[in-house]
Each structure stands twice: as structure tokens, then as C-alpha cells.
């Protein structure tokens, strides 16, 4: 069951959406359904990190 969430969130993540990659990021940081790999959390992290201030950013030139 948990494998098919990865699945579906990996897919959305890939297309830029900012709550699968987060939910990818716990999943990795937990080891919920995937092999914990803190590393790949970090990254995931660091993806909607830079999502949001380009979200803000962009709000403020708007």
C-alpha cells in the first residue's frame, strides 16, 4: 500500500507539486514505505524550500 503512495507522490513531485515532494521528504526521513535515506529527504527538502520562496517572490513582483 505504502509503495503505491510513493509512486503517485514521486510522479507529482516530479511535475513540481510542493505536497508530494514533502510528503516524499517524511516518507524518506521515516522510512515510511521506502528505504530510509536521509539524504534523499534533504533533497526533497530542499525542492519545496526553493518552490516556496520562488512562490513568494514571484507574489511580490506581482
Do not use: T
Request: net charge positive.
Amino acid at each position: 500500500m505504502c509503495e503505491k503512495a510513493v509512486d503517485y507522490y514521486r510522479l507529482a513531485a516530479e511535475q513540481g507539486d510542493p505536497r508530494a515532494q514533502a510528503n516524499l521528504r517524511w516518507m524518506y526521513e521515516m522510512g515510511y514505505g521506502v528505504h530510509q535515506n536521509r539524504k534523499k529527504a534533504l533533497s526533497y527538502y530542499r525542492d519545496v524550500r526553493n518552490l516556496s520562496l520562488r512562490g513568494r517572490i514571484s507574489e511580490a513582483k506581482g
